[in-house]
């Protein structure tokens, strides 16, 4: 067994390179090949049918037949699950041998390239999907073949038609190469879909990944073919028949077959079970056409997320619909284009990585036994030899090596100073010997040194890891193996301390840049933050800090700015973008991820820092903030996997799980296992950002000229609001040149496409038909869609049998959402009317959707009646379809206020109900989802490409409170959320909240304890309730928990004195109002402290905005002095004007924020009135402010204690005394009772008696 040594081994000889590989033993693994599973001897007959050149039907009647049958036995897939099983285990000797291959024919080397950094990206994958193995192990085996180029030793072999090996091949390989990269990109891109995606569109997506498996089976057979002219020496060319060729195509189709077939076996349990939801609902294509049953899927994949995640809210939001159609409307070949844009840098950087250390293999083959300690004092020492010494074996324990390690140094370094006492030379020597560190190679620093050299924490250290340990020191520091050492003992844990703090100051700055970003960044630097901070806290907040000198940074500061700059170079290469785990490990570099953890994220947060200085002056594409969102969440993904791991191994070695993991990597992973302490909410520490920023590093901005080397995406230029769409109106609705020829589907064509049970589908369309040269029959439109996504439509006519016109025509979009497919006829009404689908067989019985178009403007299709409409009643919705495009034409003529207003309120309605459909808010009703059809119905295009863009720049503005969800509706919460501050008192974790959106039927429900587990009591409406108009951040929760209670008690107080001391309203109020002073608004006043106060008259409260005694219930601010709001004007956001103190409706959501605000209503700003000069913008009240709900205090009815053992004893003695008290009663009654029936009984048989008597006589 090879013993690591302390100083140079002895160089070898040069060697033969195939010698090399029949000494370690890869030619006879080669010869015999790997341990061939059930799997890989099926398949490996196809492949040797599609390379036959003999006996053609034989391999048709042999092969392909028996494959089929195979493919119908119970125990194929078994055999195949096993084969996919094993695949990992068959690599090593592969990579040995290509290697090696590559070393004698450098034209390999591409190829082997991409297969490597292939593999090594699937040994990262978390994921197990059995179909995307199967396909690399098609991969492994074409590769496999190139290990028969051992037999050509010369790279020059020319072959019987003058070609040389190396030229025969270099296309090939090339065509390889990128084969690989292409089927990697694909599964890459397969791997991020959703499930639903997965589901919905999964046959075009899996046939097109089977296909590889064909790809793959060609290359392996033009290899063998290439190889065999070399190999063989074949003379007769390789042309073959028809029967040949015909045999070759029929394996492949079996191999094919085999694979489709094993995507249907072998689906994931969370696929599979998406499957099954799916099947619930109806066919694929009626689900695509059903957008319930879509709501319904995606809230349900939202819900199997989240059950794999703690208690806390998820990492990444929740799939909203809008990602859903977005997602469903791309096609394969978009996906995987745009996929590419990310997968080609790290797959580059794989592929860099692996050629240095291809480069280092073949110029160092026969080094395998690397040296460790070797520089300073130890040049000295001969034959030390501290593994033999100790005659270890395989391995040792990691402290008794640590403890031996640091005995050895102190030896030689005591030696040396002995030695420099009597030599000028050893005394020079003496003073490179790193002493320094022998004081940090101690038992104090024991368990760091131990993590530095047991790299998989098995508490055992093997000679691999010491090789591994000191070939990760950098030649070009020239540090001594002691000062290396020192470094992981106590340099690792200064570097982490320092990078805390760059961390935790770089989120501060951008916490305090919230306030100056533009409006429409807000909404995504708000998810940056929600997402980023938390996780990113999690790990800084368990780094213990050290107690050592300063002067020792210093020492260690090579090396942290060395591996500073690698990763940034990484970083760069695939421009900060991390898409996947495996791109994190790539860029982090080799060994574990706690190595480098803090420098990734320092990194990736400087970069962001910088986002957020672009984002207060230009508006940034909604993907930029999103994207480093993600690469950071990778990255701490990273590490919580890491520690999954570890926890796994320590309770495998019996071991206290939770105390090991506050002490390895110096607690950097100490809350990664229970988050419950972090979040706790008597954890003070992190629930107050301890950092504050000043005024000046805020000011700070970055040079524009990184904006062309930071950016991942263009900046915004068109102007938010599509207004143009009416200045091109005319040319859009004009009529087709009359030169063109007359046709049955030529002119403009306008309509809906629908359900039976919605209609319309969508927005009405307008076309305009024209003629193709050259193609009488066809014809083409052209446009842009509600997305602004260009897009070409191109159809054709004919006439049938019966004289009926059948057209049919596609849709396709330049930004490669999927084609859409229309079919139909014109109807005896000269109505268009078909069927819409996803694919091109649309029929009756495949579709999505119905359609129904008519030769008509827009402006009067949006009146016509529906077909359901007309074969209720016909002859009502024509005569109702008549009056009201009459009506609307003329009102629309005559630019009359009605026709203006109606347009107003329909805008108004259709966003409002548009963005709580799709994004946030209440679900519509009946009633609601009728008005919204009704009001999509009604839009024209250009009216509804305005409308919809208004709506997505204020969703662009609107904050949403990502990971919560109405406590009363259920939905998503977008604008105002409302939190209560009684349940916040009982929660135990920070996070856990009561919410509600703004809708006050929601904040008057009540929320039981099954609905909120952590609810010590029932949520009531009588609550406190705090609403915010912005994001709040966890951090931010404690502060805005203080302010709020401390604004209702005051509130309150004051309320009870104006209560006590009531005064009358004035008569006049707005005579009243006009009397005041227009220096300044009658509301407010800015007080001493700087924030707004809208003074009592009379001890009583007025409102804010309109002037109004104000009574309990009301709101009150937290951030301004005795600033009450009444209901009505907070619903509307209210302000009053500066001047003349009328209110206004507050016109944006952060007004306030931009300097040329002026808080003037549109009056007096048309009047070219100046606010006044004394006015301070600063300290004037916006609805940014939270607000309290004041009210009548009602606190819960609190409930008898529990009583006592001595309280239940004495109730019991007092039960036994009153039943034996209620007895006596009852048998002296009784006893009363029987003794007056004994009398009646002596009576009676007295009177008796004598009768007889008398009788008797």
Same mark, same amino acid.
């Given at each position: 067994?090879?013993?690591?040594?302390?100083?140079?081994?002895?160089?070898?000889?040069?060697?033969?390179?195939?010698?090399?590989?029949?000494?370690?033993?890869?030619?006879?693994?080669?010869?015999?090949?790997?341990?061939?599973?059930?799997?890989?001897?099926?398949?490996?007959?196809?492949?040797?049918?599609?390379?036959?050149?003999?006996?053609?039907?034989?391999?048709?009647?042999?092969?392909?037949?028996?494959?089929?049958?195979?493919?119908?036995?119970?125990?194929?897939?078994?055999?195949?699950?096993?084969?996919?099983?094993?695949?990992?285990?068959?690599?090593?000797?592969?990579?040995?041998?290509?290697?090696?291959?590559?070393?004698?024919?450098?034209?390999?080397?591409?190829?082997?390239?991409?297969?490597?950094?292939?593999?090594?990206?699937?040994?990262?994958?978390?994921?197990?999907?059995?179909?995307?193995?199967?396909?690399?192990?098609?991969? *492994?085996?074409?590769?496999?073949?190139? /290990?028969?180029?051992?037999?050509?030793?010369?790279?020059?072999?020319?072959?019987?038609?003058?070609?040389?090996?190396?030229?025969?091949?270099?296309?090939?390989?090339? %065509?390889?190469?990128?084969?690989?990269?292409?089927?990697?990109?694909?599964?890459?891109?397969?791997?991020?879909?959703?499930?639903?995606?997965?589901?919905?569109?999964?046959?075009?997506?899996?046939?097109?990944?089977?296909?590889?498996?064909?790809?793959?089976?060609?290359?392996?057979?033009?290899?063998?073919?290439?190889?065999?002219?070399?190999?063989?020496?074949?003379?007769?060319?390789?042309?073959?028949?028809?029967?040949?060729?015909?045999?070759?195509?029929?394996?492949?189709?079996?191999?094919?077959?085999?694979?489709?077939?094993?995507?249907?076996?072998?689906?994931?349990?969370?696929?599979?079970?998406?499957?099954?939801?799916?099947?619930?609902?109806?066919?694929?294509?009626?689900?695509?056409?059903?957008?319930?049953?879509?709501?319904?899927?995606?809230?349900?994949?939202?819900?199997?997320?989240?059950?794999?995640?703690?208690?806390?809210?998820?990492?990444?939001?929740?799939?909203?619909?809008?990602?859903?159609?977005?997602?469903?409307?791309?096609?394969?070949?978009?996906?995987?284009?745009?996929?590419?844009?990310?997968?080609?840098?790290?797959?580059?950087?794989?592929?860099?990585?692996?050629?240095?250390?291809?480069?280092?293999?073949?110029?160092?083959?026969?080094?395998?036994?690397?040296?460790?300690?070797?520089?300073?004092?130890?040049?000295?020492?001969?034959?030390?030899?501290?593994?033999?010494?100790?005659?270890?074996?395989?391995?040792?324990?990691?402290?008794?090596?640590?403890?031996?390690?640091?005995?050895?140094?102190?030896?030689?370094?005591?030696?040396?100073?002995?030695?420099?006492?009597?030599?000028?030379?050893?005394?020079?020597?003496?003073?490179?010997?790193?002493?320094?560190?022998?004081?940090?190679?101690?038992?104090?620093?024991?368990?760091?040194?131990?993590?530095?050299?047991?790299?998989?924490?098995?508490?055992?250290?093997?000679?691999?890891?010491?090789?591994?340990?000191?070939?990760?020191?950098?030649?070009?520091?020239?540090?001594?193996?002691?000062?290396?050492?020192?470094?992981?003992?106590?340099?690792?844990?200064?570097?982490?301390?320092?990078?805390?703090?760059?961390?935790?100051?770089?989120?501060?700055?951008?916490?305090?840049?919230?306030?100056?970003?533009?409006?429409?960044?807000?909404?995504?630097?708000?998810?940056?933050?929600?997402?980023?901070?938390?996780?990113?806290?999690?790990?800084?907040?368990?780094?213990?800090?050290?107690?050592?000198?300063?002067?020792?940074?210093?020492?260690?500061?090579?090396?942290?700015?060395?591996?500073?700059?690698?990763?940034?170079?990484?970083?760069?290469?695939?421009?900060?973008?991390?898409?996947?785990?495996?791109?994190?490990?790539?860029?982090?570099?080799?060994?574990?991820?706690?190595?480098?953890?803090?420098?990734?994220?320092?990194?990736?947060?400087?970069?962001?820092?910088?986002?957020?200085?672009?984002?207060?002056?230009?508006?940034?594409?909604?993907?930029?903030?999103?994207?480093?969102?993600?690469?950071?969440?990778?990255?701490?993904?990273?590490?919580?996997?890491?520690?999954?791991?570890?926890?796994?191994?320590?309770?495998?070695?019996?071991?206290?799980?939770?105390?090991?993991? *506050?002490?390895?990597?110096?607690?950097?992973?100490?809350?990664?296992?229970?988050? $419950?302490?972090?979040?706790?909410?008597?954890?003070?520490?992190?629930?107050?950002?301890?950092?504050?920023?000043?005024?000046?590093?805020?000011?700070?901005?970055?040079?524009?000229?990184?904006?062309?080397?930071?950016?991942?995406?263009?900046?915004?230029?068109?102007?938010?609001?599509?207004?143009?769409?009416?200045?091109?109106?005319?040319?859009?609705?004009?009529?087709?040149?009359?030169? %063109?020829?007359?046709?049955?589907?030529?002119?403009?064509? $306008?309509?809906?496409?629908?359900?039976?049970?919605?209609?319309?589908?969508?927005?009405?369309?307008?076309?305009?038909?024209?003629?193709?040269?050259?193609?009488?029959?066809?014809?083409?439109?052209?446009?842009?869609?509600?997305?602004?996504?260009?897009?070409?439509?191109?159809?054709?006519?004919?006439?049938?049998?019966?004289?009926?016109?059948?057209?049919?025509?596609?849709?396709?979009?330049?930004?490669?959402?999927?084609?859409?497919?229309?079919?139909?006829?014109?109807?005896?009404?000269?109505?268009?009317?078909?069927?819409?689908?996803?694919?091109?067989?649309?029929?009756?019985?495949?579709?999505?959707?119905?359609? /129904?178009?008519?030769?008509?403007?827009?402006?009067?299709?949006?009146?016509?009646?529906?077909?359901?409409?007309?074969?209720?009643?016909?002859?009502?919705?024509?005569?109702?379809?008549?009056?009201?495009?009459?009506?609307?034409?003329?009102?629309?003529?005559?630019?009359?206020?009605?026709?203006?207003?109606?347009?107003?309120?329909?805008?108004?309605?259709?966003?409002?109900?548009?963005?709580?459909?799709?994004?946030?808010?209440?679900?519509?009703?009946?009633?609601?989802?009728?008005?919204?059809?009704?009001?999509?119905?009604?839009?024209?295009?250009?009216?509804?490409?305005?409308?919809?863009?208004?709506?997505?720049?204020?969703?662009?503005?609107?904050?949403?409170?990502?990971?919560?969800?109405?406590?009363?509706?259920? %939905?998503?919460?977008?604008?105002?959320?409302?939190?209560?501050?009684?349940?916040?008192?009982?929660?135990?974790?920070?996070?856990?909240?009561?919410?509600?959106?703004?809708?006050?039927?929601?904040?008057?429900?009540?929320?039981?304890?099954?609905?909120?587990?952590?609810?010590?009591?029932?949520?009531?409406?009588?609550?406190?309730?705090?609403?915010?108009?912005?994001?709040? #951040?966890?951090?931010?929760?404690?502060?805005?928990?203080?302010?709020?209670?401390?604004?209702?008690?005051?509130?309150?107080?004051?309320?009870?004195?104006?209560?006590?001391?009531?005064?009358?309203?004035?008569?006049?109020?707005?005579?009243?109002?006009?009397?005041?002073?227009?220096?300044?608004?009658?509301?407010?006043?800015?007080?001493?402290?700087?924030?707004?106060?809208?003074?009592?008259?009379?001890?009583?409260?007025?409102?804010?905005?309109?002037?109004?005694?104000?009574?309990?219930?009301?709101?009150?601010?937290? %951030?301004?002095?005795?600033?009450?709001?009444?209901?009505?004007?907070?619903?509307?956001?209210?302000?009053?004007?500066?001047?003349?103190?009328?209110?206004?409706?507050?016109?944006?959501?952060?007004?306030?924020?931009?300097?040329?605000?002026?808080?003037?209503?549109?009056?007096?700003?048309?009047?070219?009135?100046?606010?006044?000069?004394?006015?301070?913008?600063?300290?004037?009240?916006?609805?940014?402010?939270?607000?309290?709900?004041?009210?009548?205090?009602?606190?819960?009815?609190?409930?008898?204690?529990?009583?006592?053992?001595?309280?239940?004893?004495?109730?019991?003695?007092?039960?036994?005394?009153?039943?034996?008290?209620?007895?006596?009663?009852?048998?002296? $009654?009784?006893?009363?009772?029987?003794?007056?029936?004994? #009398?009646?009984?002596?009576?009676?048989?007295?009177?008796?008696?004598?009768?007889?008597?008398?009788?008797?006589?």
């Amino acid at each position: 067994m090879p013993s690591p040594q302390f100083f140079d081994p002895p160089q070898k000889s040069p060697m033969d390179p195939v010698q090399n590989l029949a000494d370690n033993g890869t030619m006879d693994k080669v010869n015999g090949g790997p341990k061939s599973s059930k799997t890989e001897n099926l398949l490996n007959k196809i492949d040797d049918a599609v390379a036959s050149a003999q006996d053609p039907k034989g391999v048709v009647s042999t092969v392909v037949q028996p494959v089929k049958m195979l493919l119908e036995s119970s125990g194929a897939m078994k055999a195949i699950e096993a084969g996919l099983n094993s695949f990992m285990e068959d690599i090593p000797w592969l990579m040995k041998g290509l290697d090696e291959v590559a070393r004698i024919h450098p034209v390999v080397t591409v190829a082997v390239l991409a297969f490597k950094a292939v593999y090594n990206m699937e040994l990262t994958r978390r994921e197990n999907d059995k179909r995307i193995r199967a396909l690399y192990i098609e991969m *492994k085996d074409m590769m496999a073949v190139l /290990i028969q180029l051992r037999d050509v030793k010369d790279t020059n072999d020319v072959g019987p038609d003058g070609k040389t090996i190396e030229a025969r091949l270099q296309a090939l390989i090339k %065509q390889t190469a990128e084969d690989i990269k292409d089927c990697a990109n694909a599964c890459d891109t397969y791997a991020k879909k959703r499930l639903l995606v997965k589901v919905l569109k999964g046959y075009s997506w899996e046939a097109k990944l089977v296909a590889f498996v064909g790809t793959f089976t060609k290359r392996r057979t033009d290899f063998e073919q290439a190889l065999a002219i070399h190999t063989a020496r074949a003379v007769e060319a390789i042309h073959g028949d028809v029967h040949i060729i015909q045999a070759s195509v029929d394996a492949v189709n079996a191999k094919l077959e085999l694979f489709t077939r094993l995507f249907e076996t072998f689906v994931p349990k969370e696929l599979t079970t998406m499957k099954e939801k799916v099947k619930e609902k109806g066919d694929i294509t009626i689900v695509l056409s059903s957008e319930a049953a879509l709501r319904e899927l995606n809230d349900f994949e939202n819900s199997l997320d989240i059950q794999h995640k703690n208690d806390r809210s998820k990492k990444r939001s929740d799939f909203t619909m809008k990602d859903l159609r977005e997602e469903l409307r791309y096609d394969f070949e978009t996906s995987v284009r745009k996929n590419l844009e990310t997968f080609a840098g790290k797959f580059e950087l794989y592929q860099r990585q692996l050629k240095d250390e291809l480069t280092k293999t073949i110029n160092d083959a026969n080094n395998r036994i690397l040296t460790a300690v070797k520089e300073g004092p130890h040049d000295k020492i001969r034959n030390s030899l501290i593994w033999k010494e100790m005659n270890w074996r395989r391995n040792v324990k990691a402290r008794l090596f640590v403890m031996t390690l640091r005995d050895h140094f102190r030896e030689k370094v005591q030696e040396i100073k002995l030695i420099a006492a009597s030599d000028a030379e050893s005394s020079r020597e003496q003073s490179r010997t790193d002493d320094w560190a022998l004081e940090y190679i101690s038992v104090t620093w024991l368990q760091p040194i131990m993590e530095a050299f047991d790299d998989d924490g098995s508490g055992y250290i093997t000679i691999t890891e010491v090789n591994q340990f000191t070939e990760s020191l950098p030649t070009e520091l020239g540090w001594s193996s002691q000062h290396w050492i020192a470094y992981w003992a106590v340099g690792f844990q200064l570097a982490a301390t320092k990078y805390k703090e760059k961390i935790e100051h770089i989120l501060a700055l951008m916490y305090g840049l919230r306030s100056r970003l533009l409006p429409e960044n807000h909404y995504w630097a708000d998810y940056y933050l929600r997402k980023v901070w938390s996780s990113v806290v999690e790990i800084t907040a368990g780094l213990q800090t050290p107690d050592l000198p300063d002067h020792l940074e210093a020492k260690f500061e090579p090396y942290i700015s060395h591996e500073e700059e690698r990763i940034r170079k990484n970083l760069q290469d695939i421009r900060f973008d991390i898409d996947a785990l495996d791109t994190v490990y790539v860029v982090a570099g080799p060994g574990r991820i706690e190595k480098h953890l803090l420098a990734l994220i320092y990194l990736l947060l400087d970069r962001d820092l910088k986002l957020f200085r672009i984002a207060q002056t230009k508006i940034l594409h909604e993907d930029e903030l999103w994207d480093s969102a993600d690469s950071l969440l990778w990255v701490t993904d990273s590490a919580v996997i890491r520690v999954h791991d570890l926890a796994d191994l320590y309770e495998q070695q019996k071991m206290d799980v939770d105390a090991q993991l *506050k002490t390895v990597a110096c607690g950097l992973f100490s809350n990664l296992q229970d988050l $419950s302490e972090i979040w706790s909410t008597t954890n003070t520490n992190t629930q107050h950002f301890p950092y504050t920023v000043s005024n000046e590093e805020l000011d700070a901005n970055g040079p524009d000229a990184e904006l062309e080397t930071l950016l991942n995406y263009p900046l915004p230029t068109e102007y938010p609001l599509s207004t143009f769409v009416y200045e091109t109106k005319d040319e859009v609705t004009a009529s087709p040149d009359s030169s %063109q020829p007359q046709a049955p589907m030529f002119g403009q064509w $306008s309509g809906y496409v629908y359900t039976q049970d919605e209609f319309p589908e969508f927005l009405v369309w307008s076309w305009i038909f024209e003629a193709v040269p050259d193609d009488e029959n066809a014809f083409q439109a052209s446009g842009v869609d509600y997305d602004a996504d260009p897009y070409t439509l191109k159809g054709h006519y004919s006439q049938a049998e019966n004289g009926v016109i059948e057209a049919e025509f596609i849709i396709t979009y330049e930004s490669g959402y999927a084609t859409e497919y229309y079919k139909g006829h014109l109807d005896e009404a000269g109505s268009f009317t078909g069927f819409k689908g996803v694919d091109e067989n649309v029929s009756e019985d495949n579709h999505s959707s119905l359609f /129904i178009f008519r030769r008509i403007s827009p402006e009067i299709m949006v009146h016509r009646p529906s077909p359901m409409e007309l074969a209720s009643n016909k002859y009502r919705a024509l005569w109702k379809f008549a009056l009201e495009a009459v009506v609307t034409q003329t009102r629309r003529r005559l630019w009359s206020w009605s026709f203006f207003r109606e347009r107003r309120d329909l805008r108004k309605r259709y966003i409002e109900l548009n963005i709580r459909l799709w994004e946030f808010g209440p679900p519509l009703d009946e009633e609601e989802r009728a008005a919204f059809l009704a009001s999509r119905r009604a839009l024209i295009p250009y009216d509804a490409l305005f409308y919809l863009s208004i709506r997505k720049h204020m969703l662009s503005i609107i904050p949403k409170h990502f990971d919560f969800e109405c406590d009363g509706c259920k %939905q998503p919460m977008g604008g105002g959320r409302l939190i209560c501050l009684d349940c916040r008192s009982d929660a135990p974790q920070l996070w856990q909240t009561v919410d509600f959106c703004a809708d006050p039927r929601c904040y008057s429900a009540s929320v039981t304890q099954e609905q909120r587990y952590y609810l010590e009591k029932p949520h009531v409406p009588t609550h406190d309730l705090v609403k915010i108009r912005t994001f709040v #951040q966890w951090g931010d929760l404690p502060a805005l928990d203080q302010t709020a209670r401390a604004a209702l008690q005051h509130c309150r107080q004051r309320m009870v004195a104006s209560v006590e001391t009531p005064s009358e309203e004035p008569k006049d109020a707005e005579s009243s109002a006009g009397s005041e002073d227009v220096s300044g608004p009658k509301s407010q006043s800015v007080h001493s402290e700087g924030a707004t106060e809208a003074p009592a008259t009379d001890d009583v409260f007025r409102c804010f905005a309109c002037h109004t005694v104000t009574e309990l219930p009301c709101w009150y601010c937290t %951030q301004c002095t005795d600033c009450v709001i009444c209901d009505s004007c907070e619903a509307k956001s209210l302000l009053p004007c500066v001047t003349c103190s009328e209110p206004f409706v507050q016109p944006s959501w952060y007004y306030g924020s931009n300097p040329k605000d002026n808080f003037m209503c549109n009056v007096c700003s048309v009047k070219g009135l100046d606010p006044p000069a004394e006015m301070q913008k600063d300290c004037l009240h916006t609805y940014l402010h939270p607000l309290v709900r004041c009210k009548e205090r009602i606190d819960d009815p609190v409930e008898p204690p529990e009583p006592t053992t001595e309280d239940r004893l004495i109730l019991l003695e007092s039960c036994v005394r009153s039943i034996q008290e209620s007895l006596g009663d009852k048998f002296g $009654s009784m006893e009363t009772a029987l003794c007056s029936l004994q #009398q009646t009984m002596s009576a009676l048989m007295a009177k008796l008696e004598s009768r007889s008597n008398g009788h008797a006589v």
